[in-house]
Nanobody, 121 residues
Framework: QLQFVESGGGLVQPGGSLRLSCAASGFTLDAFAIGWFRQAPGKEHEGVSCIASSNSNTYYADSVKGRFTISRDNAKNTVYLQMNSLKPEDTAVYYC??????????????WGQGTQVTVSS
């Protein structure tokens, strides 16, 4: 079973930055495209960003474009999400998952524990 451990969340003021980490557990993720998703209170999961296995193609939701950067370090078996210029509407639990290489649609059936990001003054 493909599992991830998400970390790096916290409480930050508007305009601040955080870097989230998504570490693969029990498998190597270099062959997989990986996506970040988030779920705000009372809302459905939303796709935020994804990165191809080759590290050459990335995708960002319009709501985070220009503020978030996805990257991967296959040697560390980890995918990162650098979040800058954070806004209160970025508040959510953030998750990562294996996604389709071309559509960024999630391929796994379950979510990890996620990491809470709260943007508030």
């Amino acid at each position: 079973q493909l599992q991830f451990v998400e970390s790096g969340g916290g409480l930050v003021q508007p305009g601040g930055s955080l870097r989230l980490s998504c570490a693969a557990s029990g498998f190597t993720l270099d062959a997989f495209a990986i996506g970040w998703f988030r779920q705000a209170p009372g809302k459905e999961h939303e796709g935020v960003s994804c990165i191809a296995s080759s590290n050459s193609n990335t995708y960002y939701a319009d709501s985070v474009k220009g503020r978030f950067t996805i990257s991967r370090d296959n040697a560390k078996n980890t995918v990162y999400l650098q979040m800058n210029s954070l806004k209160p509407e970025d508040t959510a639990v953030y998750y990562c998952a294996v996604v389709d290489q071309y559509t960024c649609l999630r391929l796994t059936n379950s979510w990890g524990q996620g990491t809470q990001v709260t943007v508030s003054s």
